[in-house]
């Protein structure tokens, strides 16, 4: 295992990119020049120097003017003075003036008195010459060098606008950095919560997503939190207007196009972007006292989020192949182009690697075919072999939600003074259907009817709680005291103001309240609003801490197939493990803090 590299930067641009920048910088206006502007300047330019090289040979003395006492120039010497003074005019030129030929002999060492110090000083004949010749130059020069100066830095203003919109289209290749090592690239659909969370997390130089819609408000806010790519001094500098971003951060593959060789025209993946997994010693799924050794290897991790949206997600409705965010076919044509594009990027023989190929999906979602056979998407993504590792998208958002239940009523349990109206009526007198099911209510505030439910038949069956409108639970047991909630509304915001909400109005309490938000905190303007007290479970987050436990197992050197069994049989287990686990396996840091359990009171603050 190598050492242990500190944490990675805020993302602040490197050397490396820097001279890439700069390079595709003058690649660019090249071609952008290849109309002749390059060309004309120089033509300019030399018949400025022609011009100047004449005038100069007019400002020599004759031999025949010089005193019996004077240093005669030699042919050498003569030339010498010519092409310089023809160099140092072309400059000047552009603003009508000229360099003294006295100054430019004595740079040269050469003796004044065989120099005519100004056109004034020269017989008339020559002085005529000299001021034609300057006029000449003058007007070339101020026509068309200055005209050829001012199209290529227009040109160099175009190539930097189209640099920067490229970046914020998602057509700019990633920069060549040989020191960025270990990225995950996903396929991310349209946009997701998802996206922005692991960007944050893990950092530009360590993940790099390919999404559908970079016009999209998310990846528009990826686009202005890490393109820029600032150092700390530089955002200590910064006025309240950003610069342009400087850095490309995500890949663009339009809806339906995967397949395309034009979608993927320009990207490529450098080797350096794949991982190196340790050597470990494993059981394997199927005897777990039969171990076998992985030796080290090139890994390429490749995911894809093919989750219907984000605000649905903790709704546990069931969805079809037709709600996903990308289908299956999709997903497989993504992960075999990116993976060509690291192979047509090997530069030995020797650069061999694997690939783990990651899907998160609701693998209970059905898919019938045409001749009418139904199953599900894991066994049909199973079947054809379009991922490595299926890591389910609903189970974990369950277990969660049962999680921070059982863990209220444990420390109800625990709190005999503290008996609510609804336990003494599941303990006293009454003798209802409820009762006698022993099932524990549950009030949940949403304000869709397939959303109450289908979290209410989740709970059902995994927990046996009795699911419940506020109004039901009002008139089923008089008060809502010691009643959890369980507060779900379309989007992050709205669900905190019902949280405040109920707060306010005295209706429960802070320690009472479970808020399902898929939006973590630290991306959210409204962090104020978070109520201590409250627990708060976001499904991007949950999804997030998994998929890097995915990552984190495949990078200790286990099967794809190990990793799968683990997940079928240990979900829980491995659950609370994700919500804890800190950074990967071979040091690439994560940069929030992570909650200590999974039902924890209240969500630890990101940073």
């Known amino acids: 295992m190598t050492s242990t590299p500190a944490p990675p930067s805020s993302g602040a641009m490197t050397s490396e990119e820097r001279w890439s920048q700069i390079r595709r910088t003058i690649a660019e206006g090249r071609s952008r020049m290849a109309g002749g502007t390059l060309y004309t300047l120089m033509a300019g330019a030399g018949a400025v120097a022609v011009l100047g090289g004449f005038e100069g040979w007019l400002c020599i003395k004759p031999s025949k003017n010089l005193g019996a006492s004077a240093v005669r120039l030699t042919t050498f010497q003569r030339l010498w003075f010519v092409g310089r003074y023809s160099l140092t005019q072309i400059i000047p030129s552009v603003i009508q003036e000229s360099q003294p030929t006295g100054v430019i002999a004595q740079v040269l060492g050469l003796p004044r008195e065989n120099f005519y110090s100004s056109p004034c000083s020269a017989p008339p004949q ?264 299926i890591v389910d998208a609903r189970d974990p958002l369950v277990f969660s939600m049962k999680g921070w239940l059982e863990q209220f009523y444990n420390q109800q349990q625990q709190q005999p003074s503290t008996s609510s109206s609804w336990t003494q009526l599941l303990l006293g007198t009454r003798s209802t259907t409820q009762q006698r099911r022993g099932r524990k209510p549950v009030i949940l505030e949403t304000p869709r009817r397939d959303w109450f439910l289908s979290i209410q038949a989740e709970l059902v069956e995994h927990g046996n709680y009795q699911v419940m409108d506020r109004a039901d639970a009002l008139k089923e047991y008089g008060s809502l005291e010691g009643i959890p909630f369980l507060v779900y509304e379309r989007n992050t915001a709205d669900t905190l103001n019902t949280v405040r909400q109920l707060i306010a109005s005295q209706m429960t309490t802070p320690t009472h309240l479970c808020a399902l938000c898929p939006r973590p905190f630290f991306l959210e303007s409204i962090m104020e609003s978070r109520v201590e007290g409250v627990t708060y479970i976001s499904s991007s987050d949950i999804h997030d801490r998994l998929l890097r436990w995915v990552r984190q197992e495949a990078l200790q050197g286990k099967t794809a197939a190990t990793i799968q069994h683990a997940l079928d049989t240990r979900l829980p287990e491995i659950l609370h493990q994700a919500m804890t686990v800190a950074k990967y396996a071979n040091g690439i840091y994560a940069t929030l803090d992570a909650t200590t359990t999974l039902t924890a009171s209240t969500e630890t603050a990101e940073t």
């Open 126 to 389: 020559r002085h005529l010459m000299i001021n034609r010749l300057r006029a000449i130059r003058g007007a070339l020069a101020g026509s068309v060098i200055l005209s050829q100066v001012l199209a290529i830095m227009d040109v160099l203003g175009q190539t930097r606008t189209a640099y920067v919109n490229r970046i914020r289209l998602g057509r700019e290749p990633p920069l060549e950095d040989f020191t960025r090592q270990g990225v995950v690239i996903r396929l991310q659909g349209q946009a997701s919560l998802l996206c922005n969370l692991t960007m944050a997390r893990e950092g530009r130089r360590h993940f790099f997503p390919i999404v559908e819609n970079p016009k999209h408000p998310d990846i528009v806010s990826l686009v202005n939190d890490h393109a820029l790519a600032l150092s700390s001094e530089e955002q200590s500098h910064l006025t309240s207007k950003k610069p342009p971003p400087r850095v490309p951060v995500f890949w663009h593959c339009r809806d339906g196009g995967y397949s395309h060789k034009s979608s993927w025209r320009g990207m490529s993946v450098p080797f350096s972007w794949l991982f190196t997994t340790t050597t470990t010693t494993q059981p394997t799924p199927s005897d777990d006292n039969n171990d076998n050794t992985q030796p080290p290897r090139r890994l390429l991790i490749l995911e894809a989020d093919a989750t219907p949206g984000d605000n649905t997600a903790m709704s546990l409705r069931q969805v079809g192949v037709d709600d996903f965010d990308l289908d299956l076919y999709e997903v497989a044509q993504g992960f075999t182009q990116v993976q060509s594009l690291v192979i047509n990027n090997k530069n030995t023989g020797d650069d061999a690697f694997d690939t783990i190929r990651i899907l998160l999906v609701d693998t209970d979602a059905k898919y019938q075919s045409g001749g009418g056979r139904q199953m599900t998407v894991r066994e049909h993504a199973t079947e054809l072999g379009l991922a490595d590792v």
